[in-house]
């Protein structure tokens, strides 16, 4: 079966750094393009990183220089390093499988939440 | 690169026909848009890929059309548990895109 699971989220000051991880199995992330999407309270899906099967890494305008997207091939985890975190990067944070080489097979985490507050 | 979609909300009653409406700012790359189904307090799940092409395990009475900028959401008879939040994204270019959801609401 393949599935995602997040781990890592939690309330953090503004200001802080907080590092999300997601599990793999039944794929192998390191074959795939990789996404982190988040979603804030009543809000919309907003994409924030991805990540190639090369390596090459994109971001989203808003969290540009503050995050940070990785993956460890030997665990099969992808990572997204979030520093200097703002009142507006409260949200549920999902880890997604790209379409483009899922082959229909769509995946996505459950999510873990982030609320940036003091 | 924007996606807009219409209508933002949309009221019907099962066994209707729902025709959902996404618009991309610029063309998407070999027609790579996917449409997702949100419900509340659940993950996104992908219904099509590559514009036309059903997910695994989705119902055929999802359907999906379009090319370049212009495409379409289709479900032929709405069933109960179709009632949710719908949204495209392109993923033909980096960074990838979002619409902004047509919520799909029973009348």
């Known amino acids: 079966e393949v599935q995602l699971v997040e781990s890592g989220g939690g309330l953090i000051q503004p200001g802080g750094s907080l590092r999300l991880s997601c599990a793999a199995s039944?794929?192998?992330?390191?074959?795939?393009?990789m996404n982190w999407v988040r979603q804030a309270p009543g809000k919309g899906l907003e994409w924030v990183s991805v990540?190639?099967?090369?390596?090459?890494?994109y971001y989203a305008d808003s969290v540009k220089g503050r995050f940070t997207i990785s993956r460890d091939d030997s665990k099969n985890t992808l990572y997204l390093q979030m520093n200097s975190l703002r009142a507006e990067d409260t949200a549920v944070y999902y880890c997604?499988?790209?379409?483009?080489?899922?082959?229909?097979?769509?995946?996505w985490g459950q999510g873990t939440t982030v609320t940036v507050s003091s | 690169f924007v996606l807009t979609q219409s209508p933002g909300t949309l009221s019907l009653s099962p066994g209707e026909r729902a025709t959902l409406s996404c618009r991309a700012s610029?063309?998407?790359?070999?027609?790579?848009l996917a449409w997702y189904q949100q419900k509340p307090g659940q993950a996104p799940r992908l219904l099509m890929y590559?514009?036309?092409s059903r997910a695994t395990g989705i119902p055929d009475r999802f359907s999906g059309s379009g090319s370049g900028t212009d495409f379409t959401l289709t479900i032929s008879r709405l069933e109960p548990e179709d009632f949710a939040v719908y949204y495209c994204q392109q993923y033909g270019s980096s960074p990838r895109t979002f619409g902004p959801g047509t919520k799909l609401e029973i009348k």
């Open positions: 990540i190639y099967n090369g390596g090459s890494t």
């Open positions: 610029q063309s998407i790359y070999s027609n790579y």
């Open positions: 039944g794929f192998t992330v390191s074959s795939n393009y």
């Open positions: 590559g514009a036309s």
């Open positions: 997604a499988r790209d379409p483009i080489f899922a082959y229909g097979v769509g995946v």
